[in-house]
């Protein structure tokens, strides 16, 4: 309980705060400003899209909350400090900052063949613009001796992804430096923590629309038998941006629904197996193969 003997559970979860969602037009990051207003909070929302940021805006004022959108690319230079300046200027303040914003740009592929320019792209898009957010906000957090930081890590900077070692290499980044300053700011009442996400519908992933036939293997692929949504997400990150979340400190909270802790266990319609026969990859006419959606080639 805190000194007037309310316990952090009793909400609205986040009354009168004001938050920053960057790639707020998201998937994710919609049901995250959704989230955020549900329980008292003014949301920015921030997106290159601008249909995107002006549907997620209509929701959190919707609920009775204010909103801002500001439409534009984050990785351009002088970008974010102008996102934390309007969003000082409109609503006073930002208590709570949620970096959401990051893709792999489709630039998978053996490392050999990767170029700087590409590393440089990746960079911007999923490290630059989180270090540069947390640097814009933190001098009002500490003013004010409270604040929470969520930023948006990934499973595949814990574990390996093939063809995409760029990528995993700033997603590890974010894990490191989440830690790093959650604990360097944690004695200004400022929490810095981070959600990793895997086998989550967005649109990066086209909401894994592979079509009906391929439904039944989602319970081998995903221990909780289901595609994670945003609000699964948006769940999580409420929690961390919360009073509820003041005793967690430069953490990476993986919510993936089971796939990185099965380890490679794949549960079957008659048994759990970490040797399943994939039978698609010996078909005599590679066609067959090829044929199918691109995510289970």
């Given at each position: 309980?805190?000194?007037?003997?309310?316990?952090?559970?009793?909400?609205?979860?986040?009354?009168?705060?004001?938050?920053?969602?960057?790639?707020?037009?998201?998937?994710i990051?919609?049901?995250?400003?959704?989230?955020?207003?549900?329980?008292?909070?003014?949301?920015?929302?921030?997106?290159?899209?601008?249909?995107?940021?002006?549907a997620?805006?209509?929701?959190?004022?919707?609920?009775?909350?204010?909103?801002?959108?500001?439409?534009?690319?984050?990785?351009?230079?002088?970008?974010?400090?102008?996102?934390?300046?309007?969003?000082?200027?409109?609503?006073?303040?930002?208590?709570?900052?949620?970096?959401?914003?990051g893709?792999?740009?489709?630039?998978?592929?053996?490392?050999?063949?990767?170029?700087?320019?590409?590393?440089?792209?990746?960079?911007?898009?999923?490290?630059?613009?989180?270090?540069?957010?947390?640097?814009?906000?933190?001098?009002?957090?500490?003013?004010?001796?409270?604040?929470?930081?969520?930023?948006?890590?990934?499973?595949?900077?814990?574990?390996?992804?093939?063809?995409?070692?760029?990528y995993?290499?700033?997603?590890?980044?974010?894990?490191?430096?989440?830690?790093?300053?959650?604990?360097?700011?944690?004695?200004?009442?400022?929490?810095?923590?981070?959600?990793?996400?895997?086998?989550?519908?967005?649109?990066?992933?086209?909401?894994?629309?592979?079509?009906?036939e391929?439904?039944?293997?989602?319970?081998?692929?995903?221990?909780?038998?289901?595609?994670?949504?945003?609000?699964?997400?948006?769940a999580?990150?409420?929690?961390?941006?919360?009073?509820?979340g003041?005793?967690?400190?430069?953490?990476?909270?993986?919510?993936?629904?089971?796939?990185?802790?099965?380890?490679?266990?794949?549960?079957?319609?008659?048994?759990?197996?970490?040797?399943?026969?994939?039978?698609?990859?010996?078909?005599?006419?590679?066609?067959?193969?090829?044929?199918?959606?691109?995510?289970?080639?």
């Amino acid at each position: 309980m805190d000194e007037s003997g309310k316990a952090p559970w009793n909400g609205p979860l986040c009354a009168g705060r004001v938050a920053v969602v960057t790639g707020g037009g998201g998937a994710i990051g919609e049901a995250v400003g959704r989230a955020l207003a549900d329980h008292g909070a003014d949301v920015v929302v921030a997106d290159r899209a601008a249909d995107r940021v002006e549907a997620a805006c209509a929701a959190i004022e919707a609920r009775g909350r204010r909103a801002l959108g500001v439409t534009g690319d984050l990785t351009e230079a002088g970008a974010v400090e102008a996102l934390i300046a309007r969003a000082n200027a409109d609503f006073g303040r930002v208590d709570i900052l949620v970096n959401a914003l990051g893709e792999h740009l489709a630039l998978s592929g053996p490392f050999e063949r990767s170029s700087e320019e590409g590393w440089d792209r990746l960079y911007r898009v999923n490290l630059l613009q989180t270090m540069q957010a947390c640097h814009a906000v933190l001098p009002g957090m500490r003013a004010r001796r409270w604040g929470r930081i969520v930023n948006f890590s990934s499973v595949e900077g814990i574990r390996a992804m093939p063809n995409a070692a760029p990528y995993t290499a700033y997603k590890g980044a974010i894990d490191s430096f989440t830690k790093s300053l959650g604990v360097e700011v944690a004695g200004d009442g400022i929490r810095v923590n981070a959600v990793a996400v895997d086998k989550t519908r967005s649109h990066q992933v086209n909401f894994y629309r592979l079509g009906e036939e391929y439904d039944r293997h989602v319970p081998v692929w995903v221990p909780a038998g289901r595609y994670g949504e945003g609000d699964d997400i948006a769940a999580v990150v409420l929690f961390l941006s919360s009073e509820m979340g003041a005793w967690i400190v430069g953490q990476t909270i993986v919510a993936d629904g089971g796939t990185s802790s099965a380890g490679g266990w794949y549960r079957t319609p008659s048994r759990w197996t970490n040797s399943p026969l994939l039978k698609q990859y010996f078909e005599e006419d590679p066609a067959i193969n090829a044929a199918r959606p691109k995510g289970v080639q």
